[in-house]
């Protein structure tokens, strides 16, 4: 059965007809600013050829996959630190020991509420104050693991609270201890059931690493920037760079739908 019908009454024919009809009447618009937009690149030389000749050429091909390189490093730096981290943050606000939940509750508080542009800021113009400097990369990936670590413990939490306490009394029955039962029984069920949302997780921890450019770091959309304003093409390089940030999702979205199909678990847009 679809979740949605869980939540939904399912919709009548009046209901069916208004919903096409609304689809109908944003395709046509989205159309139509589609259209606006190519005419008035046109109108102002941005489809010229001459703007995209540069992008056949082997450096600047280089230069942009290079930056690609970058961004993918960080995303996959990031996310392995960051989820070991939120998983074990939802274990310790899991736990029985009241100062450890009110410590991991506090930390999930502070760095869910607080924008990741002002922890990089904090990286990069607060700490070398107090004498604590860290190079370039972790100015960014640090941030990083910090906010999504946040969000993703309390995925992990969700998870594993939405199973059948029984698992976990079961473990218990068989003398496993709290991080036992959680380790080898709980959390592998849980992380099942979460995979898409964990793999929609990665795609904003990708966007996260855009922000590169607040502390010099050559990401993508970094070098689309330094590469736009030096050959004074800053929107087909822009296009380019989105281009290649669309790839990079439709690839995880791929994977997400191909450990849907592994886990059994319903498939999720994401």
Known sequence: MNDD?????????????????????SVLVLAAL???ALRQFAAHGQLAPAQWQMFTQ?????????????????T????????????LIA???????????????AYVELFRSVPLLLLLYVFLFGLPRAGLTFPVFWQLV??????????LSEIFRAGVLALDRGQSEAAYSLGMTYWQAMTWVVVPQAV???????????????????????????????????????YHS?????????????????ALSGLAGWLERRTGQPAQGS
């Open 76 to 87: 996959g730096v990031a996310a392995g630190l960051a989820l070991p981290l939120g998983a």
């Open 234 to 250: 800053v929107l087909p390089t822009y296009l380019v760079a989105a281009a290649c940030f669309v790839l990079i999702n439709t």
């Open 5 to 25: 019908s869980q939540l939904f009454d399912p919709p009548g024919p009046r209901g069916r007809r208004r919903i096409r009809n609304a689809t109908a009447v």
């Open 142 to 151: 640090i941030p990083i693991v910090l906010g999504n670590a946040a969000v």
């Open 91 to 105: 274990l310790v606000r899991l736990s029985r020991n009241r100062p450890a939940r009110a410590l991991a509750r």
């Open 58 to 74: 082997w450096p600047i091909i280089r230069f942009l996959l290079d930056g690609v390189e970058q961004t993918l490093l960080v």
């Open 192 to 230: 099942r059931r979460l995979v898409p949302t964990l793999v929609s997780q990665l795609v904003r921890l990708l966007k996260d690493s855009t922000l590169g450019y607040v502390v010099s770091y050559l990401e993508l959309l970094h070098k689309a920037q330094v590469l736009g304003e030096y």
């Open 34 to 36: 589609l259209a606006l």
